[in-house]
């Protein structure tokens, strides 16, 4: 089935610098969704990308689709442990075509 | 509104037992899913549904059944559980369709010995 491989798988940070969790499918998706999950917590959507080359950003966070709508990013300007969590990316398209599937996520801990 | 709720939060089964999760949504929503949660693998499909009296099976169907009698309810069935099956599992449901926003339930911890 559809293969989205996310990296890193764990981040460690001090608070107030920069995170980056990257996603990457070998085919070329519809959509791709971006959801965060705090410790003990459900995943809670964050965003949806739907253009090639799309950027969109809330508050310190960056989100960006490559142009070939194959991978996509998720920046985290100056880190704060309110950050702390699981982000994983949800990938639709390619050879799961109507679901979702997901990346396997990248743990962020924020060292205050 | 409540949302997904999910019940119940915790479980420990023996090899060979069976329960049903329980899942409902009120929200209206028509695309209901469930997921497994395990360390490492991300979340994975097991079951979905399109509407009432709809489900088909996702990536990781063998040892669990659905049914969508209601739009409000999707329950899970756990047939002979297996050690294999502990894990975290979360329900989801979605206005716009399985491959968009997803409304998670809180979530139940499954433990088989």
Redesign the interface.
Known sequence: GQQVMQIPQYQHVQEGEDFTTYCNSSTTLSNIQWYKQRPGGHPVFLIQLVKSGEVKKQKRLTFQFGEAKKNSSLHITATQTTDVGTYFCAAAGGTSYGKLTFGQGTILTVHP | NAGVTQTPKFQVLKTGQSMTLQCAQDMNHEYMSW?RQDP??????IH?SVGAGITDQ??VPNGYNVSRSTTEDFPLRLLSAAPSQTSVY?CASSYA???????????TRLTVT
């Not at chain 2, 968009?100 to 809180?106: C, I, V």
């Open positions: 997921y490492g693998m991300g979340l994975r499909l979905y996702g990536e979360f369709g399985l491959a968009y926003e997803q409304y998670f339930g809180p979530g």
